[in-house]
C-alpha cells in the first residue's frame, strides 16, 4: 500500500509537471504566434510605404516647380498687400496690365494643376486599391487572430476541466465516493 501511495504521489507529481510544462509550451507558442503576426504586420506596412514612395517620387519635381512659382505669386501679392484697401483693392498702374499679368499666373497655374492632377488621380486609384487590399488582408489577419484567441480559451478550459477531473478520481479513489461528494457540495 506505502509503495502504491509513493507510486500515486509520484505520478500525480509527474502530472503536474507534465500540465505546468504544457502550459508554458503553450504560452510560448501564443508569444512566437503573436511575434510572427507583428512581423507580418511590420513587414505588409514596409511594403504599403515602398509603394507609396514610389508613387509619390515622380511628383517631387512638379510640386517644388509649383511651390516656386506659387511663392512668386504670393510674394507678389503680399507686396500689394498693404496698398489693398479694405472695401476695395487698390492696383498701382494699369488695371488692365494688372489683370493680363494676373491671368497670365491664372494659366500657369492651371497649367501646372492639369498636368499633376490626372497623373495623380491613376496613382491614388492605385494607391486606393493597394489601400483597400491591406485592408482586407489586416480583417482577415484579425479574425483569424480572434478564432485562435478562441480556440486557445477553448484548450484552456478543456485542460482545466481534465485537471479537475482527474483531481476529483484521485480524491474518489484516495477517500471513496460519499467523503468526495461531501467535500465537493458542501
Not at 483569424?144 to 484552456?156: A, D, F, I, P
Request: charge should be negative; glycine fraction near 2%.
Amino acid at each position: 500500500e506505502r509503495n502504491l501511495a509513493k507510486l500515486e504521489e509520484d505520478a500525480e507529481e509527474n502530472l503536474l509537471m507534465l500540465c505546468e510544462e504544457k502550459e508554458r509550451l503553450q504560452e510560448k507558442l501564443c508569444k512566437l504566434k503573436h511575434e510572427l503576426q507583428l512581423e507580418e504586420h511590420e513587414q505588409a506596412l514596409e511594403d504599403a510605404l515602398d509603394k507609396q514612395m514610389e508613387l509619390l517620387t515622380p511628383l517631387v519635381p512638379v510640386c517644388e516647380k509649383f511651390k516656386e512659382q506659387y511663392k512668386t505669386f504670393a510674394t507678389s501679392l503680399d507686396a500689394t498687400r498693404h496698398e489693398l484697401p479694405v472695401k476695395n483693392i487698390h492696383i498701382e498702374g494699369d488695371a488692365l496690365t494688372y489683370l493680363d499679368k494676373l491671368q497670365k499666373h491664372l494659366t500657369v497655374t492651371q497649367e501646372l494643376l492639369a498636368d499633376i492632377v490626372p497623373a495623380c488621380a491613376e496613382e491614388n486609384a492605385e494607391a486606393c486599391t493597394d489601400l483597400k487590399e491591406f485592408k482586407k488582408v489586416l480583417e482577415e489577419l484579425d479574425k483569424e487572430l480572434q478564432r485562435g484567441y478562441t480556440k486557445v480559451q477553448n484548450l484552456s478550459f478543456e485542460v482545466s476541466k481534465e485537471v479537475s477531473l482527474h483531481n476529483q478520481r484521485i480524491c474518489e479513489e484516495n477517500h471513496g465516493l460519499d467523503t468526495v461528494k461531501h467535500w465537493y457540495f458542501r
